[in-house]
């Protein structure tokens, strides 16, 4: 089996993002990258199906970014994965969720493809587009956010399980498909360290967008439907108000009349 | 925050001390506190180290293990140590005794039945020298070696041995010259020993002040049959082969005790942010700035001597001196940071609710086993003359 990881390398959620003065973008400087966390479920999905199905599957991951990417490539090699195309161009940096996404689309499609992993959303934007696009582009079907996954005997089909409000929803699909992987799904695995030493000696291979036959023009910022305007910070948290020097049932009525009229959340 | 990252080193070695970082993180610190208090050795958290590739770091390739340089090692071992020393001493013990006895001495069957499973981290091992009676007086050991048709026979005690009661395999130091023809320390020898040989008793674990998630006990070896080939390398020859892992071994404690006091700064630089008195942070009193200050300045420079001490190892340099000097250094920084953690933390950090208490009764220890921090300087004094 063909199964390709879609991986996204994104700030570490330990990062504390900063926001450009001019609200052009957030600083890049001191920002740890690391693999967006759905996507290390799909990674472990990945792995796990290649286990299970053995013979001669393969798990490729496909990235889009810049040259830093290929540190996380490295990482999902060491968890496992076989080989990778990451997908580098300048072009790209600014590019909206479908341009990232006929880049994929297209890389996978040179590449061939039985199954397709993906993680939910990033966890950057938080978008949650790409993976979807991916699915329509590649003309497949797609079910995202998927807790369980099983595949049967003969690989034709996959029932996956997503949770709803209240309840379980099974789904049976027809493979080729993308699945967008939620936490829960499963456990990644560690890089090991014999992981690592052999990650280095796998192939990734690099591609820009001629070499996928697309025009920056349209796949790439130029071409984007949505322009960010600006990145604004989040407001500062303020200051507590404490009520003092009142009697409970005064300083009650007070609290409930600040967070109904004030706070607004009651 | 000065945590441990190297210029220079290479995307393999940077991964390695992430993946050193994350699992740390995620597998020991939290769970350290509740370890100490109870005792627990956690073999289980152990055996997935080993399966990742923590127990044959620089082991070569050929014996399974892989092949890293010593600085990388190094970084690994601090980043373990930092989340729970108790963790580290399993693992530096066992990457830089063992295995540099074996990688070193070891015959083609002896790599083959022990080296490989010790680097796959299917085999914990460990290393007995101290005696009751011998301590920083190594030579002087009294454990006696028998040598009969079939093989040896072992008799005597071991003192504080590293998971004597917790490894697969011990390697000890005893006596093969005889009594009225006494050799001194070239009396002794090295032997491969599995904990499950009759005649090997590992005793009840000692009550320690510190590292209490690790196994330290002593060792009874009463009429302790081994296989003639439980002896590794020539006859005589323990005694050399025990300062040699012991000169990769201070490395460790070194990295062990950068680890200790790196911990115990960010605690504190958190802390005295947080903290208030007199109406501003604890950081904001030029007191507590420079206090600071020198526990920074003091680690890094504590890592700075165990790498150059690691560099010159790989270059194949005897490292005695620097290995004493690393030892000697970063252990004593661990304590005197740690010190200084408790009093920024003030009564907080007499209490067991708080880290820094673990912290520093972890340190103390970094200046008394592998050599004493008097021995230490013994040895850095003899190498000047």
């Known amino acids: 089996m063909k199964i390709i990881v879609i991986l996204k390398q994104v700030p570490d959620s330990e990062t504390k993002i900063k926001v450009k003065g001019d609200g052009s973008g957030i600083e890049t400087d001191g920002i740890k990258y690391v693999i967006s966390p759905y996507d290390e479920y799909a990674v472990e999905e990945a792995l796990k199906l290649k286990e299970k199905a053995g013979g001669d599957s393969t798990v490729t991951v496909v990235s889009a970014g810049p040259d830093r990417t290929v540190e996380s490539i490295r990482t999902a090699l060491a968890m496992g994965a076989d080989a990778a195309v990451h997908v580098n161009d300048p072009a790209l940096e600014g590019a909206d969720s479908l341009g990232v996404a ?3 689309a297209k890389a996978i499609q040179d590449n061939g493809f039985d199954i397709i992993f993906a993680g939910k959303q990033g966890i950057d934007q ?3 587009q790409v993976p979807s696009a991916v699915a329509e582009l590649l003309d497949i079907p797609q079910v995202n956010i998927i807790a369980k996954f099983e595949i049967t005997e003969d690989k034709s089909k996959a029932t996956v399980s997503r949770r709803i409000e209240g309840g379980e929803e099974t789904i049976e699909t027809s493979l080729p498909a993308l699945f967008g992987c939620e936490k829960g799904l499963n456990e990644p695995r560690y890089a090991s360290l014999p992981g690592i030493m052999k990650a280095k000696k796998k192939p990734v291979k690099t591609v820009d967008l001629a070499g996928l036959g697309l025009d920056a023009g349209e796949v790439g910022a ?8 600006k990145w604004i910070p989040l407001p500062e948290r303020q200051a507590g108000k404490i009520l003092q020097g009142m009697e409970t049932a005064e300083a009650s009525k007070e609290l409930v009349r600040l967070l109904r009229e004030e706070a607004k959340v009651i | ?10 995307d393999t070695q940077r991964q390695v001390v992430e993946l050193a970082r994350e699992f740390a993180r995620e597998r020991i610190e939290p769970f350290a506190a509740e370890w100490d208090r109870t005792s627990h050795f956690p073999r289980d958290v152990i055996d997935e180290m080993g399966k990742l590739g923590f127990f044959g770091m620089t082991t070569p390739e050929e014996y399974d293990g892989m092949g890293l340089d010593t600085v990388t090692y190094l970084l690994a071992l601090e980043e373990v140590a930092a989340a729970d020393a108790a963790i580290a001493v399993s693992m530096g013990i066992h990457n830089a005794i063992p295995t540099t006895m074996l990688v070193k001495h070891g015959t083609t069957e002896q790599r083959e039945r022990w080296l490989k499973p010790m680097a796959r981290g299917e085999l914990l091992a460990g290393f007995a020298l101290s005696e009751a009676e011998a301590g920083s007086d190594a030579a002087s050991l009294a454990a006696q070696a028998t040598k009969e048709k079939q093989g040896w026979v072992l008799n005597g005690a071991k003192a504080w041995a590293t998971n004597a009661g917790t490894a697969d395999l011990m390697m000890i130091m005893a006596r093969t010259d005889q009594t009225g023809a006494r050799r001194g320390a070239k009396g002794i020898s090295t032997f491969i020993v599995p904990t499950d040989s009759p005649g090997y008793t590992a005793c009840k674990p000692e009550d320690k002040m510190g590292l209490r998630a690790s196994n330290t006990a002593a060792i009874e070896l009463s ?5 003639a080939d439980a002896l590794l390398g020539d006859g005589g020859m323990g005694f050399v082969y025990a300062m040699e892992g012991l000169d990769a071994g201070r490395l460790g404690i070194g990295a062990q005790g950068v680890g200790i006091a790196r911990r115990a700064l960010e605690h504190c630089i958190r802390y005295t942010a947080e903290r208030r008195q007199f109406e501003k942070p604890l950081h904001d009193f030029q007191a507590v700035q420079f206090k600071l200050a020198d526990m920074a300045t003091r ?17 194949g340099e005897n490292v005695g001196m620097h290995a004493s000097m690393a030892k000697l250094f970063a252990s004593e920084t661990a304590m005197w940071v740690t010190t200084q953690a408790i009093q920024l933390f003030g009564g907080y950090g007499y209490m067991r609710d708080f880290p820094v208490e673990k912290l520093f009764r972890d340190a103390k220890v970094t200046e008394i086993y592998e050599g004493t921090s008097e021995i230490q300087r013994l040895v850095i004094a003899r190498a000047l003359r």
């Open chain 2, 1 to 10: 925050m000065p945590t441990a990252t190297e210029a220079g080193l290479s």
């Open chain 1, 126 to 128: 938080d978008n949650s």
């Open chain 1, 102 to 104: 006929r880049a994929l």
């Open chain 1, 222 to 229: 130029a071409g984007s439907h949505v322009k960010i305007l």
């Open chain 2, 299 to 315: 680690i890094e420079a504590a890592r700075a001597l165990a790498h150059r001490a690691a560099v010159r190892k790989d270059a």
């Open chain 2, 223 to 227: 009429d302790c049959r081994l296989p």
